[in-house]
């Protein structure tokens, strides 16, 4: 666990209609994921390793 706290980003390609995922990765070990239009509400969190294979998996053609 660590003691930073997420910087929340989302994607460049995101629209701004608000239905967007957002992602931190600026700690280490995890990469947490919420919804853009509930920021308060809950946050999957993800191991970085877990992470890197899904988005080289959906960017793979």
């Given at each position: ?25 600026n ?10 239009k509930?920021?308060g ?21």
């Amino acid at each position: 666990m660590t003691t930073e706290s997420p910087r929340w980003r989302k994607s460049s390609y995101s629209e701004n209609g608000g239905a967007c995922v957002e992602v931190a990765t600026n700690l280490t070990g995890i990469v947490p994921v919420r919804d853009s239009k509930t920021p308060g509400g809950p946050v999957l969190n993800f191991r970085a390793e877990a992470f890197a294979a899904f988005v080289a998996g959906i960017k793979a053609p």
